[in-house]
């Protein structure tokens, strides 16, 4: 089975950046879909990026134009390129399938937006 390891998180400013990563213990090549999620304390976790596997993306109203999700099979890793970051971004983010049966869920990763 997969497990997943998020990490690249922090305290940034409005309008800064972050790049996430998401390594897999597992290879990834033969899932259809990853994806990225994030969830804000006391709301549920909400799906932000989607990257199959011919690298064809998908992305919310909310982030679309500033995020950007890739995958490295070979490296079994997962990113999540973030730029002109919003308060309303702050979250714990989170990796796994993006479509179908989910893996354990990590730990996440929190980002935090904020002056």
């Known amino acids: 089975q997969v497990q997943l390891v998020e990490s690249g998180g922090g305290l940034v400013q409005p309008g800064g950046s972050l790049r996430l990563s998401c390594a897999a213990s597992g290879s990834i090549s033969s899932i259809y879909s990853m994806g990225w999620y994030r969830q804000a304390p006391g709301k549920q976790r909400e799906l932000v990026a989607i990257?199959?596997?011919?690298?064809?993306?998908n992305y919310p109203n909310s982030v679309k134009g500033r995020f950007a999700i890739a995958r490295d099979n070979a490296k079994n890793t997962v990113y999540l390129q973030m730029n002109s970051l919003k308060p309303e971004d702050t979250a714990v983010y989170y990796c796994?399938?993006?479509?179908?049966?989910?893996?354990?869920w990590g730990q996440g990763t929190q980002v935090t937006v904020s002056s």
């Open positions: 796994n399938t993006g479509l179908g049966p989910k893996v354990t």
């Open positions: 990257i199959t596997s011919g690298g064809s993306t």
